[in-house]
């Protein structure tokens, strides 16, 4: 059989500090041996099974991104297919030499097992965290709560340097363009043919319902995204220019001027937080790159996270990058955590409201119809552009859970389903973060949806944003919501078992 080096391309569609693809391109030169870089749509992407929510976001943005990523090599395959056994059918034909970036999901460790056992050369390369997936703390213990954690990794996260970026050589012969269409399950390399390959059904299964969303939540406008790794490297760099990481520390969570920067052209473009996420999610960039463009701008090394010499916003930025290591960190070591709680005392211990009127709560909650209008205006935000502000995401899971009696599960589904930048790890985190029973136990905080606004929105720039197609906010005439705030923050605390104790109001 022929030997063919295959890059396996998954959530990682960049040519910068990309760690499979310079291990398979090297050893395809060295072993003189014929190279594919490959991207399997699997299955469960395509297929618009509510069971392995892969929301419309994601396809629009594949459908965008691959063939552009596709079109920087000499031969790339996109293909379908079940991503292993896709492997292990090509296998038969070639023999093949397999490098992958590395995951924290366990289905993505399973393949790999898989693939070995089916006999394929397989090397997974570090890359999903850019500290060591095994940090304990001096006892040798996991880490779970976050500021210990990211003074044990601070170091090696600022100087973890990104890999050299992956330059066409000459010397690698890539399979030859007969053999590319006798690949199985070959798609043409053209957004059309990539978006036709995924369903255009839009559900979401809840407690055993399955909702339509194409019936409950209008079609998303994706188009105000970036889809490319060098437009994903210009914002970053447009961002530091213009000062706005500088004062990430005193802007990040104004909700007003994030509404500022939504204008009708640029839907989710611009905004005083970096919007780096989605690049993040599908791996346009690497956290290490970032890193690197903020030392080089700033010209310090930021080895001391307490230092006050350095930019504020700059060490609140990295800190956040860390956020998203410790919670990648959490699903590595504990995959059952996206859906069981962190914490032990609530597992299972909590009394969601019945099914019914958590329904009822839920839909309305989606739509963005709850009568608050902070959490209506940021339900619409996320189901017009796929993207929400950090500060909304924490109102609306503390609503969704704390007032409305809703399991975070749902919530965490919903996202699931729509977010652009959707990463299951940070999504985890966030709404076990939410519903407080996660990692890094604080004090139960329960949200008050009008304090959150006056704190964060005190213009009503970004209500207005969102609610005025609506044509219903006005700051002076307050709608009502489903359920007013000191009612639900009682039966808040009877659930979570405190009794009017332990709990702080935000
Ligand atoms: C309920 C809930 C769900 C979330 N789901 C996701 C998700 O699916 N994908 C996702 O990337 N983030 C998620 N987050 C975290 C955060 O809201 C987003 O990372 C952030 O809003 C993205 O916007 P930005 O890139 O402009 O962030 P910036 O403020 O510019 O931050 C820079 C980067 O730091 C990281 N970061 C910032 N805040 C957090 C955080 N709280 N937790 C983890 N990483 C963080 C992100 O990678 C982000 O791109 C969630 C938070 C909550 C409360």
Redesign the pocket.
């Known amino acids: 059989m022929p030997p063919l080096t295959i890059y396996w391309s998954r959530r990682d569609l960049r040519l910068a500090d990309n760690p499979a693809l310079l291990a398979a391109s090297s050893y395809a030169v060295e072993h003189k041996t014929a190279f594919l870089p490959l991207f399997i749509l699997e299955d469960y992407m395509t297929a618009g099974d509510p069971a392995f929510q892969f929301g419309c976001p994601s396809r629009w943005f594949l459908s965008e991104a691959l063939p552009q990523f596709a079109s920087q090599f000499e031969q790339f395959a996109i293909v379908t297919g079940k991503g292993a056994q896709y492997l292990i059918e090509l296998g038969k034909k070639y023999q093949l030499t397999v490098f992958v970036n590395d995951d924290v999901y366990i289905d993505f460790y399973k393949q790999i097992t898989k693939l070995q056992n089916a006999g394929v050369n397989v090397t997974v390369l570090e890359d999903a965290l850019s500290v060591p997936k095994d940090t304990r703390s001096g006892e040798g213990n996991l880490y779970s709560v976050f500021t210990p954690f990211k003074k044990n990794v601070w170091a090696r996260f600022i100087t973890y340097k990104p890999q050299p970026t992956f330059q066409p050589i000459q010397e690698l012969s890539y399979l030859s363009s007969k053999e590319i269409p006798a690949l199985p399950n070959l798609l043409s390399n053209t957004t059309g043919a990539i978006f036709e390959t995924f369903s255009k059904k839009r559900l979401l299964t809840i407690a055993g319902t399955t909702l339509d969303l194409a019936e409950l939540i209008p079609l998303q406008n994706m188009a105000g995204w970036y889809t490319t790794e060098a437009e994903a490297l210009k914002r970053f760099a447009d961002y530091l220019k213009s000062g706005d990481l500088d004062a ?1 520390k005193k802007n ?1 969570d104004s909700l007003e001027l994030d509404a500022a920067n939504h204008d009708e052209t640029r839907t989710a473009y611009t ?1 005083k ?5 989605l690049a ?2 599908w791996g346009l960039v690497s956290a290490r790159t970032l890193m690197q463009m903020m030392q080089k701008h700033f010209d310090e090394s930021f080895d001391n996270p307490f230092s006050t010499r350095v930019s504020e916003g700059a060490l609140t ?1 990295i800190s ?2 860390i ?2 290591e410790f ?1 990648r960190y959490q699903l590595f070591h504990r995959p059952d955590l996206m859906d069981t709680e962190f914490q032990k005392k609530f597992q299972g211990t909590i009394q969601w409201v019945d099914t019914e009127t958590a329904q009822a709560r839920f839909l309305a909650w989606m739509k963005g119809e709850t009568g608050y209008s902070i959490v209506d205006a940021a339900m619409k935000q996320l189901a017009e552009t796929g ?4 500060r909304s ?2 109102i609306v ?1 503390s609503i969704l859970t704390k007032n409305f009696g809703v399991d975070w599960r749902w ?1 965490q589904e919903y ?1 699931r389903a729509v ?1 652009i ?4 790890a ?2 985890n ?3 076990q ?2 519903a407080s029973v996660g990692a890094d136990p604080k004090p139960i905080r329960i949200f008050n949806a009008e304090l959150q606004a006056k704190n964060y929105d005190a213009s009503g720039a970004y209500q207005e944003r969102w609610l005025r197609s609506d044509g219903a906010f006005s700051l002076n005439a307050p709608s009502v919501p489903i359920i007013e705030h000191k009612q639900a923050r009682e039966e808040a605390l009877m659930r979570y078992g405190l009794g009017g104790e332990g709990a702080r109001d935000y």
């Open positions: 990430y990040r905004g937080t970096s919007k780096m996420s993040l999610a930025y956040e990058l956020w998203r919670y993207w929400m502000h950090n995401r924490m899971a919530g996202f977010l930048d959707l990463d299951e940070s999504n985190g966030g709404w973060w939410g």
